[in-house]
């Protein structure tokens, strides 16, 4: 079984969709398959007739197999039914295949019927009523009057009412606040001070500026770093930070640091 | 010689209608006339087309009455392209409709089972052309919903009534000693119990 469901996932196979329209399901398949073998239909070789169904089926995409695959089971567990031992005689044992021939029969009789509903369609067919329809009811008043503008506008109109598709951006990497305060300890081991431009460094993703930004709070949080804005708006300065002594001096009075440089705060 | 006006009032709501009408509703046509009267209209109207070699005649169907081109005068009137044939239905349709004609009221589940696939799809369509109609719910679980076939139906295949419908005996189905029919002529699953 692996082998047919593992084609069929690669797509429907052209051959079978012929098939399908000459069997409208595997009942009308396994009555083929009976006929062409000219097997007695309360006698069928069912460990036979299953392997033929199952290749028949196997270029057969997942899509119209669901109803075929289902046979396919039955057939396998009416199979395996036939190989238990059974003593000879033996009171109330029922053969397994009487229920598929049952169904079996039933099909080819709805089959037979819809065969005289075709035909009787047909010979309806030929005869014809006269050929009046009604009028289709919601057309407008005729003559139709519209000018290219109110053609326009009615354009527009729809137009207007398509929804523009909503897109998003998704980003590529998450905030890197790790990554940035070692960037940045990496800067103050080299520079005493430095400006906020140029910790961000050359164009700055949204990301980044959101990271650097993060990164500064928490140096500035654990006394690293100090940030001081010299007037409103400048770009404000970060410096290097002696840890042993915290010096809220250093806040300048401008100072619109994010936090205290106090380690105890 | 010419008709009498019952007979050509029949006439002309026939040739007006596009549809089988019924004799309670030719009646209508004339408030003094009984159903007998219209039956004889009809009649009358019958022998007029077919004595007098016309190319209508007045069909039986569905219930009602209708005037219809000769059989003999199809292919012409198809290769002319004056009028279109009625398509065709697929087989999955006609299997279905067969099931549903003759185990009426009957549930999805069980067209299935007899058919052997899903018949979603088919049940649409069927219902969205007239021939099947929903006729109620049945008992079981969930209370599904039960098809039967329409007027449209008996219209399509050209019968008076769903008495008309062959019995099921008639059909010559191979290894016929095992076809399961109830004494009604019904193709039944009764006889057999559910599997095991």
């Given at each position: 079984?692996?082998?047919?469901?593992?084609?069929?996932?690669?797509?429907?196979?052209?051959?079978?969709?012929?098939?399908?329209?000459q069997f409208s399901g595997p009942l009308g398949l396994l009555l083929h398959l009976l006929r062409e073998e000219r097997i007695d239909i309360a006698?069928i070789?069912?460990?036979?007739i299953?392997?033929?169904?199952?290749?028949?089926?196997?270029?057969?995409?997942?899509?119209?197999?669901?109803?075929?695959?289902?046979m396919?089971?039955?057939?396998?567990?009416?199979?395996?039914?036939?190989?238990?031992?059974?003593?000879?005689?033996?009171?109330?044992?029922?053969?397994?295949r009487s229920e598929l021939v049952r169904r079996l029969l039933e099909y080819q009789l709805v089959k037979e019927v819809a065969s005289w509903f075709g035909?009787?369609?047909?010979?309806?067919?030929?005869?014809?009523?006269?050929?009046?329809?009604?009028?289709?009811?919601?057309?407008?008043?005729?003559?139709?009057?519209?000018?290219?503008?109110?053609?326009?506008?009615?354009?527009?109109?729809?137009?207007?009412?398509?929804?523009?598709?909503?897109?998003?951006?998704?980003?590529?990497?998450?905030?890197?606040?790790?990554?940035?305060?070692?960037?940045?300890?990496?800067?103050?081991?080299?520079?005493?001070?430095?400006?906020?431009?140029?910790?961000?460094?050359?164009?700055?993703?949204?990301?980044?500026?959101?990271?650097?930004?993060?990164?500064?709070?928490?140096?500035?949080?654990?006394?690293?770093?100090?940030?001081?804005?010299?007037?409103?708006?400048?770009?404000?300065?970060?410096?290097?930070?002696?840890?042993?002594?915290?010096?809220?001096?250093?806040?300048?009075?401008?100072?619109?640091?994010?936090?205290?440089?106090?380690?105890?705060? | 010689?010419?008709?009498?006006?019952?007979?050509?009032?029949?006439?002309?709501?026939?040739?007006?209608?596009?549809?089988?009408?019924?004799?309670?509703?030719?009646?209508?046509?004339?408030?003094?006339?009984?159903?007998?009267?219209?039956?004889?209209?009809?009649?009358?109207?019958?022998?007029?087309?077919?004595?007098?070699?016309?190319?209508?005649?007045?069909?039986?169907?569905?219930?009602?009455?209708?005037?219809?081109?000769?059989?003999?005068?199809?292919?012409?009137?198809?290769?002319?392209?004056?009028?279109?044939?009625?398509?065709?239905?697929?087989t999955a349709?006609l299997e279905t409709?067969a099931v549903?004609?003759y185990r009426?009221?009957?549930?999805?589940?069980?067209i299935?089972e007899i058919r052997g696939v899903?018949?979603?799809?088919?049940?649409?369509?069927?219902?969205?052309?007239?021939?099947?109609?929903?006729?109620?719910?049945?008992?079981?679980?969930?209370?599904?919903?039960?098809?039967?076939?329409?007027?449209?139906?008996?219209?399509?295949?050209?019968?008076?009534?769903?008495?008309?419908?062959p019995r099921t005996e008639e059909f010559n189905v191979a290894l016929q000693p095992h076809v399961m029919t109830?004494?009604?002529g019904e193709f039944s699953a009764?006889?057999v119990?559910?599997?095991?």
């Open positions: 079984m692996s082998t047919p469901a593992s084609t069929a996932a690669l797509g429907a196979d052209p051959g079978f969709v012929v098939r399908l329209d006698d070789p069912i460990a036979r299953a392997d033929q169904f199952l290749h028949a089926i196997g270029g057969l995409g997942l899509n119209q197999a669901a109803d075929y695959l289902e396919a089971g039955r057939l396998l567990r009416l199979k395996v039914q036939m190989l238990l031992p059974r003593r000879d005689g033996e009171e109330g044992w029922e053969d397994p035909s009787a369609a047909e010979r309806r067919a030929d005869q014809h009523p006269r050929g009046y329809l009604p009028p289709p009811p919601e057309l407008p008043p005729l003559p139709l009057t519209l000018d290219l503008v109110a053609l326009l506008k009615a354009v527009e109109t729809v137009i207007a009412g398509i929804p523009s598709p909503v897109l998003h951006s998704v980003v590529a990497r998450p905030l890197d606040t790790e990554g940035a305060i070692r960037r940045l300890e990496a800067m103050l081991a080299e520079r005493e001070e430095f400006s906020w431009i140029e910790a961000l460094g050359p164009r700055p993703s949204i990301v980044d500026v959101l990271s650097t930004l993060l990164a500064l709070l928490e140096l500035a949080r654990r006394g690293l770093v100090s940030l001081a804005q010299p007037e409103p708006f400048a770009s404000f300065v970060i410096r290097r930070e002696t840890l042993p002594e915290p010096i809220p001096a250093t806040l300048l009075p401008a100072a619109d640091a994010a936090e205290s440089t106090d380690p105890t705060s | 010689m010419p008709l009498n006006p019952l007979t050509q009032l029949v006439e002309a709501a026939l040739f007006a209608a596009n549809r089988p009408l019924t004799v309670e509703e030719l009646q209508t046509l004339d408030p003094d006339a009984a159903l007998a009267d219209v039956r004889t209209a009809l009649d009358e109207l019958r022998e007029h087309y077919d004595f007098d070699g016309h190319a209508v005649e007045v069909i039986e169907l569905a219930g009602g009455y209708q005037v219809l081109s000769r059989r003999m005068f199809a292919e012409a009137i198809e290769r002319a392209q004056i009028t279109m044939r009625i398509p065709r239905l697929t349709a409709l549903i004609a009426q009221p009957v549930g999805r589940a069980e299935e899903s018949a979603g799809g088919v049940l649409r369509s069927l219902q969205e052309r007239g021939l099947i109609e929903v006729v109620g719910r049945s008992e079981a679980i969930g209370r599904p919903l039960l098809y039967g076939s329409t007027p449209l139906f008996l219209e399509l295949l050209g019968l008076r009534d769903l008495a008309e419908l109830t004494p009604d009764a006889s119990p559910a599997e095991s």
